[in-house]
């Protein structure tokens, strides 16, 4: 990527940057508050800002004080209280309020304004990684509720099977129906709607999302030329296209901070920008021709990733850049930057509570402000120019964005500053011989395919730092989430550039980053003493999923059950206790957030069968996890009530189900979660009944049965779900729980009320979400049991 710069080989010894021109920034910072306040406080808050603006003007005006620049803040504040009161009171006072606040029945006819975004939730029936829901923000053109119609605008949110409508472009109308909810924040968002159905009377998408469609088809069928996760990961890459990423890759490029490189942003438009720039400096062509064609570029690449209003917003960032380089001098970068996020927020308020938008403009800010003197500093001491820039750009950016990413998600992500470092010789080459890939997909498939093999090297690259980095165990460190966590982080990150300018200052620095890691290192990264001796079973910290491990007395040798929702964390789990086989793994039942892992499990390991039970539905779940075993040699058994099977240190015996009920297609998946194969286990720590996802249907049979149901130790069924009876909890009668749950899991479990009183009646209770993978640890039987925690638990899903 190359960097606005005067000269293309600047005298490094001579050079010394002017200062910033910041007499914009007031302006677009009064701007950016005033509206955030009015969302958030309502319209009274806009009036009460718009009076003050005025009064502080003339103020000014009259004491000549300061009036250049403070009626310049002054008369942009006024214009935002004035445009975010019009938008609020629009909100306020909207027909839809009202049915959405009791929840009325509706009919809407809308335009999609943006690609909708996919809630994706491994369990009851759903295809690993596939969303059952999606997210359609959309613009209202007409309501109808009841025997009463409005044609009105407004922005609204539909909630909608992903199945019909994940298939929708912007700039189509629609029409759905379903019931009317409150929307879930104040972002201007008039209400949502949870659609019933398919969409209705879909009309054509505008031309140009035909041309783009094309072209991403091309790209996607060129990229079939690569295994399927590089292969799935280039067209995310390049323009955003996300539909054959792997679930696995997905999962490791959030662990490792750098899933913002699946999303299109102003570094994919730099990444074009800068291609054509290097190629036109090298042609020596004119620095108003080089830009003119550069802002060609970006927007024929606009086009291509689908002018929706996020790829649109990080072209305005990306102008900014390119605005610099036609003026000739990057001193004008910061005012075009405050110039551009003052147009968008007046023209739509909404972004100023937008995370994306934030992001945006403080990875632009760094990389107009920060990287060129880094890349510079970095050019004295020796680094090739190229070098530095692609090390400044990427460090810039993540150390502007950290703080408003820790208060988002609450966690700080150390790996993430060495994984994105990794992934920055592969992201330019990659996104480009993408673009390219699409471009020249409508001339054949040769041309599109070349550009895609001579990608896969880079795309393997990205996918193997990806993997090698989530699989860091304490790589995610909590943080405090919201305003405090941000601004604690903003603080730190100030300090650090002000007191790092200073030799000695750097040096004090760069001690307690020593010590920081002298202390986390051995705590976080490689805790000591894990996996513990003698361990017996370990819960293994899977997310919102089960894999339980248990110890046969062979050395290297386990019973895993259930493999848990990706493949990448039971792998890393396995790992970690140095699973080298497989006696047999037992898949309690068919649910993705049981059975999805089951890829990792096998991966690399001798495995002695994959054994399910008699509920044998989804039967696309059956299919994927008998065509799993099968590739790699691995038979599939059944397993019934009755069954017993033993190994030196470990006896199981399968209590249910016993009376499986029928499962209908379409259903909630109660059914198949009352089938999980239900067992009891004998270890040298004690008895453990590992029950699925059981619920309380399938819990009144085992009572029923009369069967010894007493174990010392409880996996929680289904993840601590409140569908779980007080008497079958008061006849497992267990002195410790374990509870497999990931962490931020919208389904809210484990429910509280039924912890709370597990822990009142005695029973030492431990959470994967909090505790990370835990292990029960063999003891004599009279004494009490031993639990350990390895700690760093998997972060929440962004």
Known sequence: MTLPARSPTPDLD?????????????????????????????????????????????????????????????????????????????????PLRTPAERGAAASVRVVVADDPRPLRSPGYGARPGE?????????????????????????????????????????????????????????????????????????????????AGGLRAGLREAAQVLPPAPGGLLPGLAVGDTSLLTAEVEADFRAAGLSHLLAVSGANLAIVAGAVLALLRLLRADPRLTAAVSAAAVLGFVVLARPSP????????????????????????????????????????????????ALSVLATAALVLLAPGW????????VPRWMAEALAVPAAAFLATAPLVAGLNGEVSPVAVAANLLAVPAVAPATVLGVLAAVLSPLGALPAQVCAWAAGPAVGWLVLVADRSAAVPGAVLGWPDGLPGAVLLGLLVLGLLWFGRSPRWRALLVAVALGLALVLVPTRI????????????????????????????????????????????????????????????????????????????????????????????????????????????????????GRRLTWPALAIDVLGPLHPAAFVDGEDGTAVNDGSLVLRARTPAGTVLLTGDVELAAQADLLSSGADLR????????????????????????????????????????????????????????????????????????????????????????
């Open 526 to 641: 490689v805790p000591p003493g894990w996996p513990p001796p003698g361990w017996a079973v370990v819960a293994c910290d899977v997310g919102q999923g089960d894999a339980i491990v248990l110890a046969t007395g062979r050395p290297g040798w386990v019973v895993l059950v259930d493999a848990g929702p990706d493949a990448g964390p039971v792998d890393a789990c396995l790992d970690r206790l140095g699973v080298q086989g497989i006696a047999l793994l037992v898949l309690s039942h068919l649910h993705a957030d049981h059975v999805a892992g089951l890829e990792g499990a096998l991966r690399g390991r001798a495995v002695g069968g994959v054994a399910v039970g008699p509920v044998r539905e989804p039967g696309w779940a059956l299919r994927d996890v008998a065509d799993t075993a099968a590739g790699v040699g691995v038979p599939l058994v059944a397993l019934a009530a």
């Open 375 to 382: 890349s510079v500093a970095l050019q004295r001491r020796g």
């Open 14 to 94: 001579q050079a010394q940057p002017r200062p910033p021109d910041l007499r914009l920034v007031p302006a677009a910072v009064a701007v950016w508050a005033v509206v955030l306040l009015g969302i958030g406080l309502g319209p009274v808050a806009g009036v009460a800002v718009l009076v003050a603006c005025a009064l502080l003007a003339g103020v000014s005006v009259v004491r000549r004080r300061g009036a250049a620049w403070v009626l310049a803040a002054g008369g942009c504040a006024g214009a935002a209280a004035l445009v975010v009161t019009a938008h609020t009171l629009l909100v306020d006072r909207h």
């Open 310 to 357: 996020s790829v649109v917003r990080a072209a305005a960032m990306a102008a900014v850049v390119l605005l610099a380089l036609a003026m000739g001098r990057g001193r004008s970068a910061v005012p075009a930057l405050a110039a551009v996020v003052l147009v968008l927020l007046l023209a739509d308020p909404a972004l100023a509570v937008d995370p994306g938008f």
């Open 131 to 211: 969303a059952s829901q999606v997210l359609v923000p959309a613009e209202l053109l007409r309501a109808d509720v009841g025997d009463s119609g409005w044609a009105a605008g407004g922005r609204v949110l539909l909630i909608a099977p992903a199945e019909e409508w994940a298939a929708l472009l912007p700039g189509q109308a629609v029409t759905g129906h379903g019931l009317l909810a409150p929307a879930g924040r104040r972002d201007l968002t008039v209400a949502a709607l949870r659609v019933r159905g398919p969409p209705e009377e879909v009309s054509a998408p505008p031309w140009w999302q035909h041309a």
């Open 711 to 798: 174990a010392d130790v409880l996996k929680m069924p289904h993840h601590g779900s409140r569908y779980t009876s007080v008497e079958f909890l008061n006849a497992v009668s267990p002195r410790a729980v374990l509870v497999s749950v990931g962490a931020g899991n919208r389904y809210r479990h484990p429910d509280p009320g039924l912890i709370g009183g597990l822990e009142r009646a005695g029973a030492a209770v431990r959470r994967t979400d909090t505790a990370g993978d835990i292990a029960l640890v063999g003891r004599p039987v009279d004494e009490d049991l031993q639990l350990v925690s390895r700690g760093s638990p998997l972060p929440a899903p962004r």
